[in-house]
């Protein structure tokens, strides 16, 4: 492929808030061939300025002056101008005898052979998916020939807001709702259109704009009026939009005294409703339910199956051709740990294979990618393999739920890929799970994608300018399942921060050791996130998983750990796959590493496939993963010249903030074991820290000992906090190290309900100084706790030793000036 060669003069661009995502077009350097070589016309075939195809024309004119500082005028029926850009419909071209390939719904040919560039569509939205896949060759400087057709892998390609009335969203990070506030829409849906604009650059065609926990006060004329102005802005983007509803409307909403979905008055107050919203919004996508799932409303509350409760839903959409995505996230969350064969995991085959059948034709089951929850590893949910009378669709998160809440970098694609690719081996014959959610392996005429996605008013959308990359990549890979997780990410990249190769390499590197890094200092071994399932699904806290209804259980005593998922002498949950997929996770010697403790009941002892034992492997994965956390933030920095001011620092903040983080999570998943096996870290690391000073361990005036809970996310178990809320607290030491440099880095708790402000000090000279002020945008926490623990590190100080350490810390609202401890570590000593 030819690129053209770039001159960096000077990449430090100005400041950049992240608005723009990955359309910023930055200006790529053109010389005068280039300059020759772009097209000098562009001929948009729809004069409709509410048209995909119109849009499609605005957007080549705005990208190539953006790009390369050219104006090239917009003409609408001039096809035989040479040298221009044609944009439009199949029907509409008519310039040319030339063959067209078939092409599929949304489908499109891009081709910039002649001495035309054809972006030519199926429908509209193609024609703007190939505007805007030009655009993004010449943004990464590529003014190639290319001529191919292209063409959708899912009909279904959806977005899930979890945008609530309120304006709040659920497991939002990046702040408020750009579409609710006060129970109503908002008036300016500017952002709402720039959102739109993001989606069909990624061939995104529906977006679901509220909660599945659904409030039924959507419904009110003033917010159905909204839904209109909403879908007015979506529509020239080419994205439909949805809505998720509440189950208990005909009576909470309705004024009805039922909603069971097979009484008559439900049914025709249902089919009025979705008159009502087709008169508003002709084109809406359909309909999205939550029911009979973790306390909302269902058909299960009337005896009714999951299958009458959908249908109801379907059949009032069948005449204005939307269609139902009905959630698979139904399970019984009050579950009995001491029942050995109970098994949240079983859940969804268990509701919906007897249903397999009786699902209305325009309902599509959707399908969380593994049995749980959106967990770092999880096995491909088995409900794929088990419906071939429904249509189905995958849902992936690219909100970071459980995966460290847009405040860790984790680039997600390779772990969405682990599900995408596995296969399924339906009647012992190749079947991925890509091909059962398009139809192809049980021939259905309807299937796709869906992600929960938490965009809020934040400028960078996610909270975080690298958590951008899962965006565009849910949407590429949506598209093309096929397509490669890194080249992906390449293009992204190039598209965000310009095709410098150092900053290439360095943020694919860091990116695509991500995942795996989280995995190894979260829960690896198939033993889920670790996380705090009962808070806030962020920091560590493995007893969480147990000794609870939710089901989530990894049964670890003194012994062992993991679930005994077999059908042998377990839940029986590995016989809900295929044949040849049961055995192979039915046996422990073919189960392979990464999911051995989804599967089976060890002891802590057991030896694994690469030979080590689960415990040590354990400690050894912590210890790796926070180091390899720790690399990102030396990647990072070493593309301060290449990128602008405030993405650079931004990203630092963040990446700074995560290698501390990791450290919390290293220790107090290896302390957790350890103290529950009693089996030592054959390398010693795991309890011994040579480098750390406990705060409580130091001299304490206006400062008092604090035992922490969950145990494991204090070193040595305990904190220090303010004797009261408007004490200034000072924890000093006296030093006796080698003199010499040191990184300083200083563990304290984070909380919810104050700011306060420590002041570090080396004798009278002060060192630096910060301020606990949550703003990261993760879920916070009003405790000590894993959520709340963090680090800050003043790097290359110089001490001797009879050096006094101090630390001031004051109080502020609730928050105590919490320490943990301190630890001086020579250089490249990661503790
Ligand atoms: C203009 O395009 C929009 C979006 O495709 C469509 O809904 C509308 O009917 C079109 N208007 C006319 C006059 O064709
Ligand atoms: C863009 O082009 C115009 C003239 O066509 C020129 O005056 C201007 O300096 C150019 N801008 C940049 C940033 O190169
Ligand atoms: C691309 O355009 C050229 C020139 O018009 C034509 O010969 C060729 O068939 C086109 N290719 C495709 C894939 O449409
Ligand atoms: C919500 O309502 C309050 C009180 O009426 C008002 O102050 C605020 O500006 C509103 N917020 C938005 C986003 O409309
Ligand atoms: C639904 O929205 C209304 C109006 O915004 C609010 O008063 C009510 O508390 C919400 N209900 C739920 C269950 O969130
Ligand atoms: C249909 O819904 C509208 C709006 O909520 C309401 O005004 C009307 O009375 C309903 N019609 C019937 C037949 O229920
Ligand atoms: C549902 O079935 C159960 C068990 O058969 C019965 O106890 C209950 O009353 C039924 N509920 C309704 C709403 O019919
Ligand atoms: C569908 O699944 C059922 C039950 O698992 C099975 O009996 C049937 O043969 C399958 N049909 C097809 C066409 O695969
Ligand atoms: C088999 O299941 C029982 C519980 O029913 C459990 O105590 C035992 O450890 C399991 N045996 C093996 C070999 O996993
Ligand atoms: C697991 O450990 C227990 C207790 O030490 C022991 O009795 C049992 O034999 C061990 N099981 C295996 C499979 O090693
Ligand atoms: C994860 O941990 C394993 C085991 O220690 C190690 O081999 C691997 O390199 C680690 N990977 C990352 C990305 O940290
Ligand atoms: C974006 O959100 C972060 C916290 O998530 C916050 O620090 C930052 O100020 C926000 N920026 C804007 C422009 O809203």
Redesign the pocket.
Known sequence: MLRILLLYLCALAAAENGSQGWLRYAPVPCDKACQDALPSSIVTLDRNETSPVYVAGQELQQGIQRIFNKTVPINYDNCAAPSSIIVGTLRDYNCSTQDIPELGEDGFVLNTTGDTVQLLGHNQRGALYAAFEYLSMLAQGNLSQVAYASDAHAPIRQVNEWD???GSIERGYAGPSIFFA??TVVDDLTRAREYARLLASIKINGIVVNNVNA???LLEPRNLDGLRRIADVFRPYGVQIGVSLNFASPRDFGGLDTFDPLDPSVVSWWENVTDQIYQRVPDLAGYLVKASSEGQPGPLTYNRTLAEGANVLARALQPHGGILMFRAFVYDNNLNESKWKADRANAAVDYFKPLDGEFEENVIVQIKYGPIDFQVREPASPLFANLNRTNVAIELQVTQEYLGQQCHLVYLPPLWKTVLNFDLRVDRKASPVRDAISGKTFNRPLGGWTAVVNVGTNSTWLGSHLAMSNLYAYGRLAWDPMADSEDILQDWIRLTFGSDNQVLDKITEMSMASWPAYENYTGNLGEQTLTDIIYTHYGPNPASQDNNGWGQWTRADAQGIGMDRTVGNGTGYAGQYPEEVAQLYEDIDTTPDDLVLWFHHVNYTHRLHSGKTVIQHFYDAHYSGAETAHSFVDMWESLRDKIDQERYDDVLTRLVYQAGHSIVWRDAIANFYHNLSDIPDETQRVGNHPWRIEAESMALSGYKPYAVYPFETASNATAIITTSNSTTGTASTTLSIPSGAYNLAINYYDLYGGSSLWTVYRNDDQIGQWTGDTKLGHIPSIYLDGHSATRVTFRDVEFRSGDVLRIVGEPDGTEPAPLDYVALLPGGVVD
Request: without cysteine; charged residues 10%; proline residues 0%.
């Open positions: 609530n009335m309120d006060n129970g409030n039924a006060t």
